[in-house]
């Protein structure tokens, strides 16, 4: 009796250190609202290469090189109407998803993965960037994970294990390139 008390106490020790010890992430974007948002993050995470990670630093960067960021990133393509209504389904909307994103200190470098996305998805992610971008500001962090609600959600490429092949709405800078899995 003695025993099996003693194991049970040492196994529930065992697991509540480890279960203490795993750290949630920061942000969360939901792949069944920004299904080509999340694509382009399992893209970089996954298929780009070098890969980019999930855990990124945010710089705090103003407005104007923040936008410097964005242009830089060959993210003009994404205005073209051709573009659009391959994206929409002739919807004329669409903007340019950078990865990793523009308030970050990695997104500074030529290492970075675009994607053209509907313009409503673009904003969610912005939105959700801006309340991260003001806690973190407030509460002195900057280092932040990044998770995916959802990844098996309709429209989603690339998060769950499937083959790296390029769906053409890839884009890559010069110095990363497609990692075939």
């Known amino acids: 009796m003695l025993l099996n008390t003693l194991s049970l106490f040492l196994a529930m020790a065992a697991t509540g250190s480890l279960a203490a010890k795993a750290i949630p992430p920061d942000i969360t974007f939901l792949c069944q609202d920004m299904p080509d948002i999340c694509t382009n993050i399992c893209w970089a ?11 990124l630093t945010l710089d705090f960067p103003s407005e104007k090189v923040r936008r410097q960021r964005v242009e830089s990133s060959n993210c003009a ?17 669409s903007s340019c998803n950078v990865y990793p994103p523009p308030e970050t200190s ?18 969610k992610q912005d939105a959700a ?6 806690a973190f500001r407030r509460n002195g962090r900057r280092s932040f994970r990044i998770n995916l609600g959802n990844p098996g959600a309709a429209g989603v490429r690339y998060c769950l294990s499937e083959k790296c092949g390029n ?14 899995a």
Do not use: F, W, Y
């Open 77 to 93: 393509r994404c205005s073209s109407s051709s573009t659009s209504d391959k994206i929409n389904n002739n919807s004329s909307s």
């Open 167 to 180: 769906d053409s709405r890839e884009e890559q800078a010069a110095s990363v390139t497609s990692r075939l």
């Open 106 to 123: 990695e997104s500074s470098g030529r290492q970075h993965v675009t994607r053209c996305v509907p313009v409503e998805q673009q904003a």
């Open 45 to 55: 995470m996954r298929c780009a290469n070098p890969t980019i990670p999930g855990q």
């Open 129 to 134: 960037m801006a309340q991260l971008v003001e």
